[in-house]
């Protein structure tokens, strides 16, 4: 069982940022050959990929996103970070992260961090 923990998340005002965290409980020859990514889901939505980095570093954001939020990872860590600036209200739901492969996600999800933006 690979276990994603994610951290960071709270209540912000519209404006703010927030630095979040997510940490694979996966071998590091692994997780250095995984896309990662980082979702969200907001209540009546479908869970959405909002930022994606590649083993190599290469990144990839959402258009809603894109010039806010920067994704990054630290291969010696096993983690995967999104720095996320400018929050708006829209940006509220609960963000998680996994491995991005051609099937879709690589682990079961973990239990996300939620993201609270006030206007």
């Known amino acids: 069982q690979v276990q994603l923990v994610e951290s960071g998340g709270g209540l912000v005002q519209a404006g703010g940022s927030l630095r979040l965290s997510c940490a694979a409980s996966?071998?590091?020859?692994?997780?250095?050959?995984?896309?990662m990514g980082w979702y969200r889901q907001a209540p009546g939505k479908q869970r959405e990929l909002v930022a994606g980095?590649?083993?190599?570093?290469?990144?990839n954001y959402a258009d809603s996103v894109k010039g806010r939020f920067t994704i990054s990872r630290d291969n010696a860590k096993n983690t995967v970070d999104l720095q996320m600036n400018s929050l708006k209200p829209e940006d509220t739901a609960v963000y998680y992260c996994?491995?991005?492969?051609?099937?879709?996600?690589?682990?079961?999800w973990g239990q996300g961090t939620q993201v609270t933006v006030s206007s």
């Open positions: 996994n491995g991005r492969s051609i099937n879709g996600p690589v682990w079961n």
């Open positions: 996966v071998s590091g020859s692994i997780f250095r050959i995984v896309a």
């Open positions: 980095i590649t083993p190599g570093g290469s990144t």
